[in-house]
């Protein structure tokens, strides 16, 4: 098993920065992939990025410019930093966690929420 907390989302100005952090603790896999989703109220949950071990790193079209994701594999953690935040921004930011070994498997954190005010 696998367990993702997700902390530093708050209220923040339009403009203001964020960073959130994912940390991740149990059986880990050495191959594996970082996601960050988030999902606004009434609306689905869309990609912002994800990092997978070898560095590999995929933005969301919506963010693209705007957010940096990084991972610390010392302390199974993964971060998303959050720039020139915008009203529609705000959301709930989920982690995830995706496995390759033993076998393909994924897990998701509780979430964090990012309010930006105008």
Do not use: H, M
């Given at each position: 098993q696998v367990q993702l907390v997700e902390s530093g989302g708050g209220l923040?100005?339009?403009?203001?920065?964020?960073?959130?952090?994912?940390a991740a603790s149990g059986s880990i896999a050495t191959l594996n992939t970082?996601?960050?989703?988030?999902?606004?109220?009434?609306?689905?949950?869309?990609?912002?990025?994800?990092?997978?071990?070898?560095?590999?790193?995929?933005?969301?079209?919506?963010?693209?410019?705007?957010?940096?994701?990084?991972?610390?594999?010392?302390?199974?953690?993964?971060?998303?930093?959050?720039?020139?935040?915008?009203?529609?921004?705000?959301?709930?930011?989920?982690?995830?966690?995706?496995?390759?070994?033993?076998?393909?498997?994924?897990?998701?954190?509780?979430?964090?929420?990012?309010?930006?005010?105008?």
């Amino acid at each position: 098993q696998v367990q993702l907390v997700e902390s530093g989302g708050g209220l923040v100005q339009a403009g203001g920065s964020l960073r959130l952090s994912c940390a991740a603790s149990g059986s880990i896999a050495t191959l594996n992939t970082f996601g960050w989703y988030r999902q606004a109220p009434g609306k689905g949950r869309e990609l912002v990025a994800n990092i997978n071990s070898n560095g590999f790193i995929i933005y969301g079209d919506s963010v693209k410019g705007r957010v940096t994701i990084s991972r610390d594999n010392a302390k199974n953690t993964a971060f998303l930093q959050l720039n020139s935040l915008e009203p529609e921004d705000t959301a709930d930011y989920y982690c995830n966690l995706e496995q390759y070994e033993p076998r393909y498997r994924v897990y998701w954190g509780q979430g964090t929420q990012v309010t930006v005010s105008s």
